[in-house]
T-cell receptor, first 111, second 110 residues
Framework: DTAVSQTPKYLVTQMGNDKSIKCEQN?????MYWYKQDSKKFLKIMFS???????INETVPNRFSPKSPDKAHLNLHINSLELGDSAVYFC??????????FGQGTRLTVV | RKEVEQDPGPFNVPEGATVAFNCTYS??????FFWYRQDCRKEPKLLMS???SGNEDGRFTAQLNRASQYISLLIRDSKLSDSATYLC???????????FGTGTRLLVSP
């Protein structure tokens, strides 16, 4: 049983395309996150949702739109992909205030 | 200044060595602290939480100094399998997000 699962694992796409990454957690957590890990391996938070409500948006471009249909899901849609969007995107979940559990990551390559 | 700072390393140590990593954080109101481990091309995984009184889990010991805003991780009797990047993580005020350090890379050699 995978606790936090995200799909796809790999995504190669052309500049200008629109793509989505899906995330689901079966841990019963109330908080979900999207993190971006760039080529320098720095993990930076993008969004945080608590009980389906957006609570953090870390100055991410409007081309990135998270959607949380319920507490167990947090999807990430990216419009007009740019070369600089190439990175590994991690979904994570937690009970608010506690440690987070991460999905296996989605390696996005924009060509 | 980064919110959470770590020496990126790499730390190259032989098997059996003791190695210590340090981390400093800038937000004095931070409330929770963790060490995560990340293997190459894998997701970060919780290694241990860090408590004010210090805590130990087998070969791993974590310490927190709130006055100096400093966190440490000590690994005793290093194993080859300890080779990874160790991430210092701080939960900010209001429990809204986990802030990660850049990580310290450890390489344990035979």
């Amino acid at each position: 049983d995978t606790a936090v699962s995200q799909t796809p694992k790999y995504l190669v796409t052309q500049m200008g395309n629109d793509k989505s990454i899906k995330c689901e957690q079966n841990l019963g957590h109330d908080t979900m996150y999207w993190y971006k890990q760039d080529s320098k391996k720095f993990l930076k938070i993008m969004f945080s949702y608590n009980n389906k409500e957006l609570i953090i948006n870390e100055t991410v471009p409007n081309r990135f739109s998270p959607k949380s249909p319920d507490k167990a899901h947090l999807n990430l849609h990216i419009n007009s992909l740019e070369l600089g969007d190439s990175a590994v995107y991690f979904c994570a979940s937690s009970i608010q205030g506690a440690e987070a559990f991460f999905g296996q990551g989605t390696r996005l390559t924009v060509v | 200044r980064k919110e959470v700072e770590q020496d990126p390393g790499p730390f190259n140590v032989p098997e059996g060595a003791t190695v210590a990593f340090n981390c400093t954080y800038s937000n004095s109101a931070s409330q929770s602290f963790f060490w995560y481990r990340q293997d190459c091309r894998k997701e970060p995984k919780l290694l241990m939480s860090v408590y004010s009184s210090g805590n130990e889990d087998g070969r791993f010991t974590a310490q927190l100094n709130r006055a100096s805003q400093y966190i440490s991780l000590l690994i005793r009797d290093s194993k080859l399998s300890d080779s990874a990047t160790y991430l210092c993580v701080v939960m900010n005020t209001g429990f809204q997000k986990l802030v990660f350090g850049t990580g310290t890379r450890l390489l344990v050699s035979p």
